[in-house]
């Protein structure tokens, strides 16, 4: 089992800055790939960016391609998502996920309770 923590959420005005972060305990050892969501009210959840945890390779949603930034801290099983030049589109409860092992599925294995992000214009 992972357990994943999200933190970092908050008000912002458009064109600002916010990082979050994401902590994973528990069976960190073999994690696998680290994913961000987000969900719009009255909207469905959408995958926003992806890093695999051992090689670091990272992909990203068009929509927030140039803007957003996913990395990790390895020694604290942290990642982050740096989001930059925010948009009042961007408003959502963004989601942490994980998956172990050597395989992920379109559905992560693993969700943090999610941290509210308000842009505001």
């Known amino acids: 089992q992972v357990q994943l923590v999200e933190s970092g959420g908050g008000s912002v005005q458009a064109g600002g800055s916010l990082r979050l972060s994401c902590a994973a305990s528990?069976?960190?050892?073999?994690?696998?790939?680290m994913r961000w969501f987000r969900q719009a009210p009255g909207k469905e959840r959408e995958f926003i960016a992806q890093?695999?945890?051992?090689?670091?390779?990272?992909a990203y949603a068009d929509a927030v391609k140039g803007r957003f930034t996913i990395s990790r801290d390895i020694a604290k099983n942290t990642v982050f998502l740096q989001m930059n030049s925010l948009k009042p589109e961007d408003t959502a409860v963004y989601y942490c996920?994980?998956?172990?092992?050597?395989?992920?599925?379109?559905?992560?294995?693993?969700w943090g309770q999610g941290t509210l992000v308000t842009v505001s214009s």
């Open positions: 528990g069976h960190t050892f073999n994690l696998y790939l």
């Open positions: 890093l695999s945890w051992s090689a670091g390779n990272t």
């Open positions: 996920a994980a998956d172990t092992g050597f395989w992920a599925g379109a559905t992560p294995a693993y």
